[in-house]
């Protein structure tokens, strides 16, 4: 199990909140990322020092 951080992004760019979640793996953690994000424009994963991803949250939105 890994400690990741989720990073919410606002519409400026600049990191609006923050989430420690626990996952078994990156994918996982890029899974339930989303959800943690309400209504802003992304939302970015990282584990210590590495970007795990980013993911668009109009583009997440749309897919969905």
Same mark, same amino acid.
């Given at each position: 199990?890994? @400690?990741?951080?989720?990073? *919410?992004? !606002?519409?400026? =760019?600049?990191? %609006?909140? #923050?989430? %420690?979640? $626990?996952? /078994?793996? $990156?994918? $996982?953690?890029? @899974?339930?990322? /989303?959800?943690?994000?309400? $209504?802003?424009? #992304? *939302?970015? *994963?990282?584990?210590?020092?590495?970007? %795990? !991803?980013? *993911? =668009?949250?109009?583009?997440?939105? =749309?897919?969905?």
């Amino acid at each position: 199990m890994a @400690t990741y951080r989720v990073f *919410v992004i !606002g519409s400026d =760019d600049h990191i %609006v909140g #923050a989430e %420690v979640i $626990d996952c /078994p793996t $990156d994918d $996982d953690a890029m @899974t339930l990322a /989303p959800s943690l994000g309400g $209504d802003h424009k #992304a *939302v970015e *994963v990282w584990e210590l020092a590495r970007r %795990v !991803g980013r *993911v =668009d949250l109009r583009q997440f939105a =749309d897919a969905t």
